[in-house]
């Protein structure tokens, strides 16, 4: 199996907690209720997913190099771990009065999409949503203005999950080429690139109509609202429009996570962590 994941890259599942037996402010991120949104719509959607690429992964451990299996049950661990403090943190969502239940409705409508068929189907699904992760992953870390104005403990979760999404970036993707091997190199990009497609139109239908409903229940509506929204994804900060020719790197042929390397990025994440949470150490925690 070709692969471009660094030979020397260790995926390190790291146990932490944030936001317990503390309140949030209802729009946590600088006060703004379109960017918060934009990270609730997320987050909420987490929990599912995640249990979904644990289980399309899982599927195909069968067979796999000593390499590939060490990397997919540290790649379980990490996720167990993000589903676990998202919950906790879809919890603030809720204790803010917002309803979830839409988009609880479209995560699994979307999910149901490969019941019933091969798993492979849901192996190709995760491996393009992998993918979407690394690169909002990379983005949000790389550029500080998305979290500028963030509350402390919110900024902290996400910074760790998108250390760990660039850290494990590889994982699904080996994984499919591990379970594609006896196909054609046609059929293999055949199929992930038309499951991109797809993916692509349900992540972001799904998001955006999570999105919409939350500032809903603000009562936040109408054409100004939408144009707000639109501009914080494509315009300032610009998420959407900076990862796109990323996510346009996936159709190439000989395409692999890695072959971006932003390691660098999982310690800058790290030294912020670490520069915001040890100063805070009593001199009896650190004797």
């Not at 919950?87 to 699994?108: I, M, P, S, W």
């Not at 080996?174 to 199929?191: E, G, I, L, N, S």
Request: cysteine-free; overall charge positive; charged content about 25%.
């Amino acid at each position: 199996m070709n692969t471009a994941t660094p030979k020397d890259l260790t995926i390190t599942p790291r146990d932490r907690r944030f936001a317990r037996g503390r309140v949030m402010q209802r729009w946590w991120l600088n006060n703004d209720p379109i960017a918060t949104a934009f990270y609730n719509a997320l987050s909420v959607t987490f929990p599912k997913g995640e249990g979904y690429f644990v289980d399309s992964v899982r599927e195909f451990r069968e067979g796999a190099s000593p390499k590939l299996a060490a990397e997919i049950q540290a790649f379980v661990k990490q996720e167990v771990m993000h589903t676990r403090e998202h919950v906790a943190f879809n919890r603030h969502v809720a204790e803010q009065g917002y309803d979830t239940k839409l988009l609880d409705r479209d995560v699994d409508k979307a999910l149901a999409l490969t019941n019933n068929r091969d798993p492979i189907a849901a192996l190709a699904v995760t491996t393009a949503l992998e993918h979407f992760t690394a690169m909002l992953a990379h983005e949000l870390i790389a550029n500080p203005k998305h979290l500028e104005g963030a509350d402390e403990q919110a900024r902290a979760l996400w910074l760790w999950h998108a250390a760990e999404e660039i850290e494990h970036k590889g994982v699904a993707y080996d994984t499919w080429q591990h379970a594609t091997q006896d196909w054609t190199r046609r059929k293999r990009w055949f199929v992930k690139s038309f499951v991109m497609i797809i993916t692509t139109w349900q992540f972001f239908v799904g998001r955006a109509r999570g999105m919409l409903g939350l500032l809903r229940q603000d009562g936040l509506t109408g054409p100004r609202v939408w144009a707000r929204l639109g501009w914080y994804a494509f315009g300032n900060p610009g998420m959407a429009r900076k990862v796109a020719r990323v996510w346009l790197s996936y159709f190439l042929p000989g395409f692999h996570p890695w072959k971006h390397d932003d390691r660098a990025l999982i310690r800058l994440a790290e030294s912020d962590y670490e520069a915001a949470v040890l100063p805070k150490l009593t001199p009896a925690a650190t004797a």
